[in-house]
């Protein structure tokens, strides 16, 4: 049994590795940095961790493998199709799936709270509030008590449930299937327009799938008015011209985003998140896709993919399987 990792191993996955050898002493686990060329190696390798790396030319020369390690929670960047095809398993990570949906209540707080639009005014000396005799009705607004709408109800959503929860918020989730009682939920429903309608914050933890792409559009945005809107799932899940409308058109009163739609790259560092200026307008809170990724975050993200690849060599099955029809 081989197995490739091909992401950046840090010392504290050299660390799981070492451990795991110790159990599983008859499996080879294999550094790609520690190889010349990949392709002398692809085609004998039974299971990998998946890295950028990871060509569809790489992956049509992997006769062997059987199932592929994801060391986090999205996996749209692989083509689900051709693995399902090839009868490939994908394993995922949910091991982040609380520090995620931390931030995503942190922006909550920060968009309803007006934290960086108040911050940025008293800079220049601006204030708010009764010292510069604004009405109330005009301040920040509080997430206590509010009828909050999530969108995914899996392993983040079902962490953001919980502590919503702490500011007696009641909680309707979108899902597909509906039969399952979760904690912390008071109600469940399939139709997106009525969760919609019915809640005040929507906070989307969707994975980005051919059926949640452009889930949000024009048309959901219409029936969305003076709410606000969290987005730590994916950023194409919303359209990005109907969401910059809704916010520059004030037909939502808000929102605060960590997923996006550009990403900078090699050949340009510096690049805007969205084709358009959303950065610029003052009801919105910006975050760079960072929800999942601090000190905590990755650990805890390896330790469920340790836990993955054990599960997988003691029973040949991981511990958690994505269904390759619906990227989850």
Known sequence: MKILFMNKLNSYWKDKIIETKKIFPQVEFIDWENVKDLNDIIDKVDALVYGDNLTESLLEKAKNLKVIFVPYAGVNQLPLERLKEKNILVSNSHGNARIVAERALVLALSLLGKIVEYHKDLERGIWHGFSAGESVKNS???????????????????????????????????????????????????????????????????????????????????????????????GDVINQKALYEALVNNKIAGAAIDVWYNYPTIEKPATLPSNYPITALKNVVLSPHVGGYNTDATKYSIDETIKNIMAFLETGKPKDIVDLEYGY
């Open 140 to 234: 920040w607004v509080s997430i206590q008590n509010k009828t909050c709408g999530i969108l995914g109800l899996g392993n983040i959503g079902k962490h953001l449930a919980s502590m919503l929860k702490g500011f007696d918020c009641k909680v309707i989730g979108y899902k597909r299937n509906t039969s399952e009682k979760i904690e912390n939920v008071d109600e469940i429903s399939s139709e997106l327009e009525y969760v919609i309608k019915k809640s005040e914050i929507i906070f989307v933890t969707l994975p980005l799938s051919k059926y949640t792409k452009g889930l949000i559009g024009e048309r959901i945005f219409d029936i969305m008015e003076n709410k606000y809107l969290i987005n730590v799932g994916r």
